[in-house]
Nanobody, 117 residues
Framework: QVQLVESGGGLVQPGGSLRLSCLAS????????MGWFRQAPGKERESVAA????????YYAESVKGRFTISRDNAKNTVYLQMNSLKPEDTAVYYC??????????WGQGTQVTVSS
């Protein structure tokens, strides 16, 4: 089974950028659809972006379209989330997840992103 570890979170001012990374181990990432999710305090977890195994099918939540970019490097077993023009409402714990048989069943531990001046 694949294990996922996120990194790259932190504190950033509004308008700033961060790049999150999700490193997989245990199995090759190349066959999985991968997604980024986030959960803010008091709110339900929401899908932010997703990418299929080849990188040609990509989904973004409306709230992040034009600001966030998901990508993957299967050779490095890593998925990225480039976040630009960050807003305070982007503050959340961000998780990456791997989908197998159409269901996200493997999750990372999460990385905190805080957007504040």
């Amino acid at each position: 089974q694949v294990q996922l570890v996120e990194s790259g979170g932190g504190l950033v001012q509004p308008g700033g950028s961060l790049r999150l990374s999700c490193l997989a181990s245990g199995r090759a990432l190349s066959t999985y659809r991968m997604g980024w999710f986030r959960q803010a305090p008091g709110k339900e977890r929401e899908s932010v972006a997703a990418i299929n195994w080849s990188g040609y099918m990509i989904y973004y939540a409306e709230s992040v379209k034009g600001r966030f970019t998901i990508s993957r490097d299967n050779a490095k077993n890593t998925v990225y989330l480039q976040m630009n023009s960050l807003k305070p409402e982007d503050t959340a714990v961000y998780y990456c997840a791997a989908a197998e048989n159409g269901k996200y069943n493997t999750w990372g531990q999460g990385t905190q992103v805080t957007v504040s001046s």
